[in-house]
Each structure stands twice: as structure tokens, then as C-alpha cells.
């Protein structure tokens, strides 16, 4: 008898709906628009929450701080932080930056929390490689810090701890910048293939003294060409041919190899990038582009921020 009475319901249900045929069609529509936005919305969040992650991640995460000499005035130079100094401040006296040099860097690793602290060296050579050439913006950093800073390696390897030569590792968007000087077909950007250059297999020979190379270009100048070394990539960053990230402009390398390699080159000479004194003589000491410390938690990374902004110097997390 149950049976029959629930076949019975169902019948005039349908029987009812079908009579109704507008209403129910709406009806049905409405749950599915319903629905479907609710779906929608939630798969909206969660994509835009999974891309401001992956966007904060691939700017260094939130555990992380830039850290930039104080005063004067600073620009982006290469991925990190330059000191764009005027006359004034590049003398002494009390307006004088507070520089990011050896001491500073090592105020700065005793700070509570701080896992990795490495300064960063930035400067800009001539690359050549065959027919092609091109500006390397070159960061020098500790490896420790270039490993802990996780770098997603498409081919190769990180430069290894103990070798006395310059080895590299690229951005994924380097080799769009090589151009052939002698061809008018305007480089990737106008023609979109990729010169032919091979950043980890051929070695490259680099011009550190640009001044003094484009000043040996005039007959009239009787100035020498300078020397050209010798680099090497190792890795290449993850990333296609217009795929941009952080650091797809970047090229890296062991930072206590770039200072021996800059300080021989330069010897007696202002290292172009560094400020001078007075005199605008070199200073005794290297003063570093940036600075990048690593903290244990994000819950720390505000405190410790203010303590290095009290320190005179300048710093930024994506915690802000």
C-alpha cells in the first residue's frame, strides 16, 4: 500500500510540474544559476588566492626583506636595490647614507630571527659571444642565500662553493637582450627569434671597463681596448621566452668571486656603481647595492623590519 501511495505522489508531482511547464522550467533554471555562480565564485577565490601566493612567492616570499642603504636616493637596478648618491651625500659628514657595507651586513645577521642574511652586489658588463652581445645586469650573492632563496633551475646547476671563476646563472628572458651589432634586423623584439647564442655551453667573454671600451672605439682617443674575461653559465632559470618573472632579467653569481674579480680589475680605481669620497677617490670599503635577510617566521618580519629601518638603512617586505 506504501508502495502505491508513494508511485501515486511521484505520478501527480510530475503530472503537476508538467501542467506547470514555464514555472517549472524557471524553477530548474534557477537552481542551476544559482548553483553554477556559487561554483564559480568559489573556484574565482581560490584561483585568485593561489596566483597572490605564487605572485608574493616568486617576489621572495613572506619571510624575506630588502634591505637598502639609507639616504640619498634609490632606484632598481638589475632585480635589486642601487644607491643613486649625489655630490653631497657622497662625501663625509652628517649627511652622509648609512652604507651597507661588511659591518652593517654583519649587524644585520645578528639580529634576532634572521636565517640568511647576504649582501648583493649589482653591476652591469658587456657580454660577447660570436656575432652577438649584450648588458648582463650581474648580482653577486652569497650561494647560501641564492640557495635558500629557492630559484626554479630549468637546466644545470648552481655555481659551487670554492671556485675561483666567475660562474653564472641566467634569467630565462637573458638571451632575448644579445643583438648582433652589425645587423639591422633590430634583435627578438623585432623579429622574434632568439639569437643564436649558447649561455651555458659557450663561455663568454665579458667587459667590465664599458668606459673605457667605448672610449678605445675612437682612433682619435689613443686609448687602449680594455682586457676581456672569461664567463661561464652553469644554470638556467626556469621560464619560456616571454614568460616574466623576478628574476628573468637577472644574472647570478658567487658574490665573493665578483668582488675578487672587480677589485683586481679596478685596482687603484673607482669600481663604477661605488660611491666616493670627498676627494672622489675609492672608498676603503665595498658598500653593497642591497641586502637579502631571510626571517625564521612571517609573524617576525614587521618587528625585525623596524629594527633595521631604525638602523638609518631602508627595508621592504611583502608582509606590507
Partial sequence: VSRMKLLDLIKMSISNLWRRKLRTILTILGVIIGTASIVVMISLGIGLNKSMIDSVEESGGLTTINVSSGGGDTMYYGGGMAVSMDASASGSGSNEPVYLTDEVIEQLKQL???????????????????????????????????????????????????????????????????????????????????????????????????????????????????????????????????????????????????????????????????????????????????????????DNVMDIQKQIQAMGLQAYSEVE
Fill in 112 to 298: 634576532p630571527h634572521v636565517t640568511v642574511c647576504s649582501p648583493v652586489l649589482s653591476t652591469s658588463v658587456l657580454a660577447k659571444q660570436g656575432a652577438y652581445e649584450s648588458w648582463l645586469q650581474i648580482q653577486g650573492m652569497d650561494l647560501e642565500a641564492l640557495d635558500r632563496m629557492n630559484l626554479p633551475l630549468a637546466e644545470g646547476t648552481m655555481p659551487e662553493p670554492g671556485s675561483s671563476e666567475l660562474k653564472f646563472v641566467f634569467g630565462n628572458m637573458v638571451i632575448q637582450d644579445f643583438y648582433n651589432p652589425k645587423s639591422n634586423s633590430g634583435g627578438y623584439w623585432q623579429t622574434g627569434e632568439l639569437p643564436d647564442v649558447d649561455l651555458i655551453n659557450q663561455p663568454l667573454f665579458l667587459i667590465f671597463d664599458t668606459d673605457a671600451y667605448y672610449q678605445s672605439q675612437d682612433p682619435q682617443s689613443g686609448i687602449a681596448p680594455p682586457k676581456k674575461y672569461i664567463g661561464q653559465g652553469v644554470g638556467m632559470l626556469e621560464g619560456g621566452p616571454e614568460d616574466w618573472k623576478q628574476y628573468s632579467y637577472s644574472t647570478y653569481c658567487d658574490i665573493e668571486v665578483l668582488k675578487t674579480q672587480l677589485k683586481k680589475i679596478f685596482k687603484g680605481k673607482v669600481i663604477p656603481g661605488q660611491p666616493t669620497t670627498s676627494s672622489g677617490k675609492p672608498r676603503k670599503e665595498l658598500v653593497y647595492n642591497s641586502a637579502y635577510v631571510q626571517i625564521d617566521e612571517m
